[in-house]
Structure formats: structure tokens, C-alpha cells
């Protein structure tokens, strides 16, 4: 057998493999998605240095990723925010970047996930760590990282097997090979955390319809939830976050800048848990009181309420479209914002 021979077979059987993982993993339910990874996240946070005092930026966890939708911000108010919101994140991090390494001062939403929002200042805790990394990352990223993102576009949006985020859905070989037994190795205890979001470049989310026809899949997003809820971490630093925040804060307003608070509906078992450990009296109303800028609980608002939460966190895409839309309304009769049209 020549050389050239040895490659082709060589080939062959690389493509065949190929093909056979992509075909096992699309049976199992997945699709070729985008990765919302600190390359994709860093493209919008470059945006904000040429924001405007017009435009706003969105920080927060998931929950303000899957109920503000961009689309429909942008029909009614004339602009598309950038969305810097990110699963799993403390905001303040990404709220300190944007105050103390740019020159914005426009209008920052941030959404309060109490569980994250009064979570910690510790550098090294998951809440602050994952939104830190996506910083760091935007200020330190090479040209070649920057091609690298561009043409990796192509493949996530061709491969369900091409995934770089750990944590979810764990088909990534670093993942596949931690749940490989090999003797008295500790099985990571984690339940299965299987995507259930579609992503845009412009890194909107949207929930996937399964999730609300499919109540075995959001029963599995459930047992998440249960799970982090369950474990015994620290309790919430109040204190620490709620001061790191408010010195921000008070420097964003000083520059012209301006700030809206939004708690986003939450359901069951979670917002259960969310009551007892991060009360709205001493935490939300805390927090609205001391930093006095305009700021929205779905509570207070019928508008907001009654709407679909499959898995006790985040709407369902259609339900997100009616609070995105019922929410800027609130903000345009508060005059809080103003619609392109009434500048």
C-alpha cells in the first residue's frame, strides 16, 4: 500500500467516524447549536464602546437572557440592546467592567436573580468566576482568537457534536471522559444539564418549543435545579455584594448614566426556595431602597404574571415576547424609556 493510498483510507475512515458521531448524537435529540462561550460573548461586549447614551446594554443570569428578547425591544423601541447577560452569572462583574473600563453612559438593565445577584464577591466562586473569565477574556483576546471564533461559526452551526461549554449537556470529550468509570473514580453526581435554548449571533435566546411539549425534558432541567438547590453552600453575602454594587452604581449616575432593576418571574419549587433564602423584604426591597433607581418585580405588575415557566426559571419564547413587550410598555408610561420616535 503507497502513501497515498494510506491517506485516503485514512481519510475515509475519519469521515466515516465523523458522520457516525454526528448521527448518534442527533438521535439523542441534540442539533447544531452556537456555543455561548466567551468569544461569542466578547463580540457584544466590544459593541459597548460605541454605544451611545441612547442605546442600553443588558446584564444579569439566564433568566434576563431568555425573557428580554431582542426582537421585540427592538420593534417598539427602535433600537436593539446588546445582551450580556449570561447563565449561571453574578452580574456585578460584568456591571464593574462596563462602569470602571468604558466610556457608556447610556441605560444598563440588570437583572436580579436574587440567588446570584447577592451570591458572593469571592473571585473564586462559580457566580463571579464565569462572568470574570468572560472579561478577562474580552480585554486580553488575541487577533487569532478572534479569527478562530469567526471560522468556527461554520461548524457549531453544522455539528450537534461541536461543543465547547462545559456543564451543559457534558457531550464534550473532556466531559464524556470524567463520566468514563474507572474504578473507584467519583462519578460526577450532577444530573444530565441538557441544552434547551436556541442562541443567535447576537447572542438572543429563545427556549426551545420541546421544552414545553416535552415534559420528561423539563423534568430533567428540573432535577438541576434541585440539585444545585440542595447542596450545602455558603449562604448569600448581602452585605459584600450589595456594597460592591452600590459603589458602582453611584459612579455609573455620576457620569450621566442610568440603571433599571428587573426581577423576572419565577415558579414553584424555585421561587419557594428563593423565598426562604433570599426574602424580597430584606434583599430586593433592600437593594431598591439604597440604590433608588427605577426598578420592576414581576410581582408588582399583573402583566407580568401568569405566564409559562416550564422549568421554574425562564419563559417559554412566546411568553417571553408578551413580557418583553408588556415590560417595555411599563417603561414607556413611567417615562423611564423613550421610543425611538419620541427623541
Known amino acids: 500500500m503507497n502513501l497515498k493510498q494510506s491517506v485516503l483510507i485514512g481519510l475515509l475512515i475519519t469521515v466515516t467516524a465523523l458522520i457516525a458521531w454526528e448521527i448518534y448524537w442527533r438521535n439523542q435529540g441534540f442539533t447544531a447549536t452556537l456555543d455561548d462561550n466567551e468569544a461569542l460573548w466578547a463580540v457584544q461586549r466590544a459593541k459597548v464602546e460605541k454605544l451611545s447614551k441612547e442605546d442600553v446594554v443588558l446584564v444579569g443570569s439566564s433568566r434576563i437572557h431568555f425573557d428580554i428578547q431582542l426582537d421585540q425591544w427592538e420593534k417598539k423601541m427602535g433600537n436593539k440592546p446588546i445582551q450580556l447577560?449570561?447563565?449561571?452569572?453574578?452580574?456585578?462583574p460584568v456591571f464593574h467592567d462596563i462602569v470602571?473600563?468604558?466610556?457608556?453612559?447610556?441605560?444598563?438593565?440588570?437583572?436580579?436573580?436574587?440567588g446570584l445577584f447577592f451570591s458572593t464577591t469571592f473571585p473564586k466562586a462559580q457566580p463571579?468566576?464565569?462572568?470574570?473569565?468572560?472579561?478577562?477574556?474580552?480585554?486580553n483576546r488575541t487577533y487569532a482568537q478572534q479569527l478562530n471564533h469567526l471560522f468556527?461559526?461554520?461548524?457549531?452551526?453544522?455539528?450537534?457534536?461541536?461543543?465547547?461549554?462545559?456543564?451543559?449537556?457534558?457531550?464534550?470529550?473532556?466531559?464524556?471522559?470524567?463520566?468514563?468509570?474507572?474504578?473507584?473514580?467519583?462519578?460526577?453526581?450532577?444530573?444530565p444539564f441538557h441544552t434547551f435554548e436556541e442562541i443567535r449571533l447576537d447572542r438572543n435566546v429563545r427556549m426551545l418549543k420541546r421544552m414545553e411539549t416535552d415534559t420528561a425534558f423539563a423534568n430533567?432541567?428540573?432535577?438541576?435545579?434541585?440539585?444545585?438547590?440542595?447542596?450545602?453552600?455558603?449562604?448569600?453575602?448581602?452585605?459584600?455584594?450589595?456594597n460592591f454594587f452600590l459603589t458602582d452604581l453611584e459612579k455609573f449616575k455620576a457620569?450621566?448614566?442610568?440603571?433599571?432593576?428587573?426581577?423576572?418571574?419565577s415558579d414553584g419549587y424555585l421561587r419557594d426556595f428563593e423565598n426562604t433564602v433570599t426574602p424580597r423584604a430584606t434583599f430586593w426591597d433592600e437593594l431598591v431602597q439604597k440604590a433608588n433607581v427605577p426598578a420592576y418585580h414581576?410581582?408588582?405588575?399583573s402583566q407580568l404574571?401568569?405566564?409559562?415557566?416550564?422549568?421554574?426559571?425562564?419563559?417559554t419564547a412566546n411568553d417571553a415576547d408578551i413580557f418583553t413587550n408588556e415590560f417595555l410598555d411599563i417603561l414607556i408610561k413611567d417615562q423611564v424609556l423613550l421610543t425611538s420616535n419620541s427623541n
Open 85 to 92: 447577560a449570561a447563565g449561571g452569572c453574578s452580574p456585578l
Open 298 to 301: 414581576f410581582e408588582d405588575y
Open 152 to 191: 468556527s461559526l461554520p461548524l457549531q452551526n453544522s455539528f450537534a457534536f461541536i461543543s465547547e461549554v462545559e456543564g451543559v449537556d457534558g457531550i464534550n470529550l473532556k466531559e464524556l471522559l470524567k463520566k468514563i468509570h474507572v474504578n473507584n473514580r467519583v462519578i460526577d453526581p450532577m444530573p
Open 220 to 242: 430533567t432541567v428540573k432535577k438541576v435545579w434541585k440539585f444545585f438547590m440542595s447542596g450545602e453552600g455558603p449562604p448569600p453575602d448581602k452585605v459584600a455584594t450589595m
Open 305 to 315: 404574571q401568569n405566564l409559562t415557566i416550564p422549568e421554574w426559571s425562564h419563559l
Open 100 to 114: 470602571n473600563n468604558s466610556n457608556f453612559n447610556g441605560t444598563i438593565l440588570v437583572g436580579v436573580t436574587p
Open 128 to 139: 463571579w468566576a464565569w462572568p470574570q473569565a468572560r472579561v478577562d477574556y474580552f480585554h
Open 255 to 265: 457620569r450621566g448614566g442610568k440603571v433599571i432593576l428587573l426581577r423576572c418571574p
